[in-house]
């Protein structure tokens, strides 16, 4: 895994309630979920109030998550405006119908809530400072090509004229066949070759608003050849690599050495090619992006302000100047903290039209031009609410629990000092005794490694490390400040919940950039979590797991969640030494907030593919399932590393009648063993529940 640094969380000035109070609040809550059960009786029940602050969901989920009074997580696809539909329920209901966990199910009232909030900021921005143009958002590709969003997303623009951006020619493929909507904008980035740049122009004859970034300086002279072969006027307009830089994991987006863009001399030069062609008429967009997730609106303000001077400056040196755009990097705020935190943002989308619209008027004001249409391309902060991944916990492992057998007089000096230490631990020395149990853990392994130990003592003695460091963190856990070398202590104790997930197929994002998602049970929130957990996922990578989670400062490495019930009533709870696996009831957890990037980006590793995915619309009596996108079957994610799955079992089949011959198997082993093979092949990757 890369390591972070992760900068300080800059406390928002507009953040409402004291963090302090907060976090003292949180503090309070989180021990309430590990009382242990004599102080339960002394304790208040659990509300679902405390699971609501514990997983932080009215911060990162309004207006769209919450809880209800069952317990269960509950989704509001209108916002505001509509009703709500239980999201535990509505797993069950598709359980119901054959579709396996993982489950990906996206909420298409929520595209349309979000395209709706986007434009209604711009709008109330564009009324409330005068401004005398208007708003025409794109989305970009990129971000989530699922046909179906993306037709949701046209259809739900339309009253707005939204359009679509494209960043690569098979995008441009997608915007130009399916963007129908008239007024609204093909906006044409990415590498262009000829075709491509063929393609973007003709399409204005179809009645499409197509307009050509130029992101390349070779770009130039393609683009004045192919307008004029065609004898029609191309609409283009530049990206400026702007010199305010963006800041976090996309900061270098921007800047003189950004990939993309042109700098202002190749601007300049643009200019001069285009007027030589007799075509500066057909410049008339200025582009910017500075990267996703910006977090803080100091960065927005500083990039439109150098964006609103040289569109003014274009305008001057005699472009037909029309639209400004000023691309993604409208913020999601993934841990509902308000802040300039990577994973949140300090602004909301108001803000952000807001100050783009009033620096803009400005600009042009000054300079006594007509102000320009307004452009933005903001997919993260479109597409990121409306899918939510459910999955399930196949079990659990933790580290040994429970008090230690008392000593004995002949064990070894090693053991006995473990015992005494854990016998000495109270408030006044519980941090001592940790580098104490520490020490004497790492001694007894050097003594086993040197033969003086013998593998029952060693066993002996790391059952004693386990029960100092369950001991220690009970008492470190009701203090107001834990000093830092103890806050591993939680990540060592913590259980390991092994969940129906691949993390590098479903959140690429989290495995490969430590992107923050809300994760939380979807059930079961009138109820403690009164485990302590970090996620392992079923690829066979250490990578695959998922141990940062979102938290009001920083991250936290632990998850709260609920211990795993036995299925059948009466069995006793699955001990270290039983044998037989123990079969659990099922326990959804949802990650929320990963409806961009993470579909198109997740990756095959260890062959595990797609996941099932289904539309859901609200209806009045209920919801309808609008679409079923199966997920891959074994045969599918076989097929694309070029296994045929014919031949496959044919070569088991080959093998079996050998086998048989040879008297190694019997015929009906080999019956079964084919059976499976071959049910397996048109199976689901993932494991079934
Ligand atoms: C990726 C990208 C976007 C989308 O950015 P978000 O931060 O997801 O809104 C917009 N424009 C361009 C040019 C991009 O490359």
Redesign the pocket.
Known sequence: MVGKSVAPKVEDEKKPASSHEEQSAKNSASETATGSSQSNLLKKAWTIEDSEELYRITGWGEPYFSINAAGHVTVSPLGDRGGSLDLYELVNALRLRNLSLPLLIRFSDILEDRIERLNAAFSKAIARYGYDGDYRGVF?V??NQQRHLVEALVKFGKPHQFGL?A?SKPELMIALAMLKTPGALLIC?GYKDREYIEMAILAQQLGKDAIIVLEQIEEVPLVIEAGRKLGIRPIVGVRAKLSSKGIGRWGTSAGDRAKFGLTIPEILQTVEQLRAANMLDSLQLLHY?IG??ISSIAVIKDAIREASQIYVELAKLGADMKYLDV????GVDYDGSKTNFYASKNYNIQNYANDIVAEVKEACAERNLPVPTLVS?????IASHQSVLVFNVLSTSDVPHGTPEPIQEKEHLIIRNLYETYESINEENYQEAFHDATQFKEEAISLFNFGYLSLPERARAERLYWACCEKILGIARQQEYVPDDLEDLEKIMASIYYINLSVFQSAPDSWAIDQLFPIMPIHRLDEEPTKRATLADLTCDSDGKIDQFIDLRDVKHVLELHPLIPKAQGTEPKTQNSSIPQEYEPYYLGMFLNG?YQEIMGNLHNLFGDTNAVHITLTPKGYQIDHVVKGDTMTEVLGYVQYDSEDLVESIRQQTEQAMQEKRITLQESQLLLQNYERSLSRYTYLSS
């Open positions: 970009p990129k971000c951006e960043g980035n992006h996703s997730q691309g993604g990097g409208l391309e903001s997919g993260r902060a961009a």
